[in-house]
């Protein structure tokens, strides 16, 4: 903990709580109409933010623009006091060792069973053997999957497999957790159980971003929820509600 305050005086970033800012972003692809057209987003360190639109809204696009997947056709992207407009391109790994995502499909590695699912991402960042060996149970207990480390993701439940996907993402303690639809493939139960932990994993001090489109999550839970429609930011409420289409 105190290494990453360290980090972020260096950037001259201590002092600021905004986390996520997009300024007069946009994003065309190569074929068809722009994807996102000037989006203005503050996101506040420590908020619960849910993302909602139409399918081909731009909701991904926005998801992918904030991990540096791609690089914005114009406007401004800073994340965590990364300028993701200017990043040199050996820095994006150290950038994204701060961010968990999570996605709709959860894309874990199908021959490896729970533990290994969830070591990996700590291998990756050369953390010591004897550390991974601390940290992968305890954050299995945390996502309620203590007893499941040895199964394989095809003898788990979609829900189960997400778990295991959380876990993986929140391993390396990110400073914010982007979810891309991560109950698209669950049931009603398990998806509030999902949104449940999501929420949890906030309280306890993560920046939390939930793409989504379970309308009826989404009004019982009563966080802030931005609307996307055709690339735009239409509305972006505190405590709001899944705005129906009205046409
Ligand atoms: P959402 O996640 O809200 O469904 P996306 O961000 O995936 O929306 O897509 C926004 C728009 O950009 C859609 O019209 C989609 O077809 C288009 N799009 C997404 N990815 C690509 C791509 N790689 N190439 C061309 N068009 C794309
Ligand atoms: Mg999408």
Same mark, same amino acid.
Request: hydrophobic share 40%.
């Given at each position: 903990m105190a290494r990453e305050v360290?980090?972020?005086?260096r950037r001259?970033?201590?002092?600021?709580?905004?986390i996520i800012t997009m300024k007069?972003?946009?994003?065309?692809?190569?074929?068809?109409a722009p994807a996102l057209k000037g989006v203005d987003l503050h996101i506040k360190r420590g908020e619960f933010v849910f993302i909602v639109g139409d399918s081909g809204s731009g909701k991904s696009t926005m998801i992918k623009l904030l991990l540096r997947e791609l690089v914005p056709s114009s406007g401004d992207i800073n994340v965590m006091g990364y300028d993701l407009t200017r990043i040199k391109h050996r820095k994006i790994p150290k950038f994204r060792r701060?961010?968990? =995502?999570?996605?709709?499909?959860?894309?874990?590695l199908k021959d490896r069973n729970v533990?290994?699912? %969830?070591?990996?991402?700590q291998r990756i960042i050369?953390?010591?053997s004897k550390d991974i060996k601390r940290n992968v149970p305890s @954050? &299995?207990?945390? %996502?309620?999957?203590?007893?499941?480390?040895?199964?394989?993701?095809r003898q788990l439940s979609g829900g189960e497999q997400q778990r295991v996907a959380i876990a993986r993402a929140l391993v390396n303690r990110p400073t914010i957790l982007l979810a891309d639809e991560p109950t698209?493939?669950?049931?009603?139960?398990?998806?509030?159980? =999902?949104?449940? &932990?999501? /929420?949890? @994993?906030? /309280?306890?001090?993560?920046?939390?971003?939930?793409?989504?489109?379970?309308? /009826? @999550? %989404?009004?019982?839970?009563?966080?802030? %929820?931005?609307t996307m429609k055709k690339g735009v930011i239409v509305s972006d409420e505190e405590k709001g509600g899944y705005i129906d289409d009205e046409d």
């Open positions: 360290r980090g972020r005086r001259g970033y201590a002092g600021s709580d905004e007069n972003v946009s994003k065309a692809y190569a074929t068809g701060n961010l968990g =995502i999570v996605f709709q499909d959860f894309r874990l533990y290994e699912n %969830v070591a990996f991402a050369q953390m010591p @954050i &299995l207990a945390t %996502v309620g999957l203590a007893g499941k480390y040895k199964a394989k993701p698209g493939n669950l049931d009603p139960k398990n998806s509030w159980e =999902i949104m449940k &932990l999501l /929420e949890q @994993i906030n /309280e306890n001090g993560t920046t939390v971003l939930v793409v989504t489109h379970n309308r /009826e @999550i %989404v009004n019982a839970m009563q966080k802030r %929820v931005v």
